[in-house]
């Protein structure tokens, strides 16, 4: 557990499995199924109770690129004095957010969880960048006509996990918009600022962008190997065309009938004039 303070406020960064998580759900008189939220993996949303409320967000990593499963969960858990945080796993984003936090002057506890989920989002924004990055190259391979099957399948899997993250990150902006809209009492909507949902919005941008680019990788690499095909299709039936006609000819002298007289070469000739007339007719 990490925990600081600023300006009287508590704030405490909590793992799932830390028993303070159940010291908090006693304190707060939770019942089974509140509790039951607070350890399960949530949809963003925001819960209002009595005597505290509930901000759910939920942010890619670099791992959900890896293997579309890791997103860190945060949860807000917030009394008139206390911020509780509660994550499903410790993540560098994470201590980086708190080492912010030490820095600024916040104005509450509006300020202090602006300024964690600002600097959590912003890190998930970079890596996506870099993740840009690394599908511009893979573009270049695939138009250079590099053929791997197991990049197709991984460009699949990252379109599919790239939806859901869209999703994801469209539950947050949502979170956003509502804490804009001064749903939790405890906090001042005035200190949310319009650069969070400007943010929010322009992760959502990017995350299209990025399913668009992989759609598109797809798409050329369809298109190369179809390209391919076609072009061995024509060169067989090239083949095909300057062979057949030498094959009639050397069917015609080779059947048991009176014919021109004309020797072996004879035939070799006419064939192999024939098959050049038929390819300067094709090209």
């Not at 993540?91 to 602006?114: M, N, Q, R």
């Not at 979170?175 to 919005?201: C, G, T």
């Amino acid at each position: 557990m990490k925990e600081l303070k600023i300006k009287n406020i508590n704030c405490r960064l909590i793992a799932k499995n830390d028993p303070e998580v159940n010291k908090l759900a006693k304190r707060l008189e939770m019942n089974e199924d509140e509790i039951e939220d607070l350890l399960e993996e949530q949809r963003p949303n925001i819960l209002n109770f009595e005597n505290y409320s509930i901000i759910t967000m939920l942010f890619p990593t670099q791992e959900t690129i890896k293997n579309g499963e890791f997103l860190l969960q945060l949860t807000f858990v917030i009394t008139k004095n206390e911020i509780n945080i509660i994550a499903n796993k410790e993540h560098e984003y994470l201590t980086k957010a708190f080492e912010e936090v030490k820095e600024i002057k916040t104005e509450g506890k509006t300020g202090i969880i602006s300024e964690i989920i600002d600097t959590v989002r912003e890190e998930s924004i970079k890596t996506f960048d870099k993740f840009d990055d690394y599908l511009d190259e893979k573009e270049k391979e695939i138009i250079q006509g590099k053929r791997d099957k197991k990049l197709m399948i991984t460009m699949h899997n990252l379109k599919e996990t790239l939806y859901y993250t869209l999703r994801t990150v469209q539950g947050n902006t949502t979170v956003i918009k509502e804490l804009l809209q001064n749903k939790i009492k405890m906090l001042n909507p005035k200190y949310f600022s319009e650069h969070q949902e400007d943010r929010a919005l322009f992760f959502e941008d990017l995350i299209e962008l990025l399913r668009e680019s992989v759609s598109t990788n797809i798409e050329t690499y369809a298109s190369l190997i179809t390209q391919q095909l076609n072009e061995r299709i024509y060169k067989l039936t090239i083949i095909s065309a300057i062979m057949l006609i030498p094959a009639m000819i050397s069917g015609f002298f080779g059947m048991n009938m009176p014919l021109p007289n004309i020797n072996f070469y004879g035939v070799i000739g006419i064939s192999a004039i024939t098959a050049f007339i038929t390819y300067w007719i094709i090209k």
